[in-house]
């Protein structure tokens, strides 16, 4: 009888160690499909806007959040908050969005091993803390706050306050001896710390790109997006080249002599030296009996190598000829020859190319110098 218990005690025990290897081993693989899954996402995100991560798990089920944020210099904001849920990467929260549920996040993350939640300083001048945390039906949800409030109507004496009820300092820093935070810092969204702090994925080939017959050395560029690959940056965005009609030897010969083949006519050019910047400007008629000129070729002086000769319109306006949708990269360590601002800090660090037209001196489809006005 004593042996059969035994033996009874052992089959179970022995189930229980499996059922419990089991459950681990499930767990792992689920973490490792999340941080798969992130990879993937942050390789392909813009990173002009999301350009560092976070990789945290939030309410300790073994499947890790990220948490995605922009760090310029000193500054640090979250953007995002991101689950693994049903094979797919779900948005949690998103501070752009006006519905969510985190308005702002500045600096650095905390988060309250105790609590299950994180911390997030909620910015500006508000000295104010407010805790998230992921409840079971898995949304991520506002539990509270902590910081300083005005005390007084003419604001000029801050108490504590958790939750909306005054507390004293005591009570301040006992919560906080209570519930010890663990600070986690941005990494920056590269190719080495996606591999390092998530998992290896396989870089996208950069396929489809403009100028591949070298012919075209200077793009301008309405970017759209940028995107890090590796060591690269592709930019995408709808592209124009201004119009080149002294590309060769032959085509200068016939300038001079006074007749130029542009835009699929045949113009009568008459020459003109201006004293006073000495400067030769050609004049393209549309025949000789043509009173007013069409277009005018004028030299132009740019950090960047344009055509020797830049086509206008009657409007002063420089012509040129779309190109549609392009994608073209540029190393991260480039440097442009006028602000010594390497790509990483100028495309990824920066905005300040939205809404413009940049100008982009190609070798074939590698950018080798760039001009943002």
Excluded at 257 to 278: D, H, M, Q, Y
Excluded at 311 to 331: A, H, I, Q, S
């Amino acid at each position: 009888m004593k042996k059969t218990k035994q033996i009874l005690f052992l089959v179970i025990l022995a189930g229980f160690c499996i059922a419990l290897c089991n459950t681990t081993l499930y767990a792992k693989t689920k973490a490792q499909q999340a941080k798969q899954a992130y990879a993937k996402y942050l390789q392909s995100t813009d990173t002009s806007k999301d350009n560092a991560f976070i990789v945290l798990d939030i309410n300790k089920d073994g499947v890790p959040e990220l948490l995605t944020g922009s760090v310029y210099e000193q500054s640090k904001f979250l953007n995002c908050i991101f689950t693994y849920r049903d094979g797919k990467v779900k948005e949690l929260a998103n501070t752009t969005k006006r519905n969510s549920v985190i308005i702002q996040g500045e600096q650095n993350v905390s988060y309250l091993p105790n609590k299950k939640c994180l911390i997030l300083y909620d910015g500006g001048t508000s000295n104010n803390n407010s805790m998230y945390a992921i409840n079971k039906q898995g949304k991520l949800k506002k539990i509270g706050e902590i910081g300083y409030r005005w005390y007084d109507d003419s604001c000029t004496v801050r108490k504590p306050q958790l939750n909306g009820k005054w507390i004293s300092e005591k009570q301040y820093k006992n919560f906080f001896k209570k519930n010890k935070g663990v600070v986690y810092g941005y990494h920056r969204n590269t190719h080495k710390n996606r591999d390092k702090f998530l998992c290896k994925v396989k870089s996208k080939k950069i396929t489809n790109l403009f100028n591949a017959n070298g012919k075209e050395k200077i793009l301008e560029l309405k970017i759209n997006s940028t995107k890090m690959q590796d060591d690269k940056i592709v930019l995408e965005g709808t592209g124009r080249c201004p119009v080149d009609v002294v590309r060769t030897s032959k085509q200068r010969k016939q300038l001079e002599s006074g007749k130029i083949k542009a835009l699929g006519k045949n113009w009568i050019v008459k020459k003109e030296f201006n004293e006073g910047t000495c400067i030769t400007s050609y004049y393209l008629y549309l025949n000789s009996k043509s009173k007013q000129w069409s277009y005018m070729l004028s030299p132009v002086t740019t950090l960047l190598t344009y055509p020797n000769l830049i086509l206008y319109d009657r409007n002063n306006k420089w012509v040129y000829k779309t190109v549609g949708k392009v994608r073209v990269v540029v190393k991260n360590n480039q440097k442009n020859s006028s602000q010594e601002m390497t790509a990483e800090n100028a495309f990824c660090s920066s905005d300040d190319w939205k809404g413009k037209w940049c100008g982009l001196e190609l070798d074939k489809s590698q950018v080798v110098n760039w001009l943002i006005d």
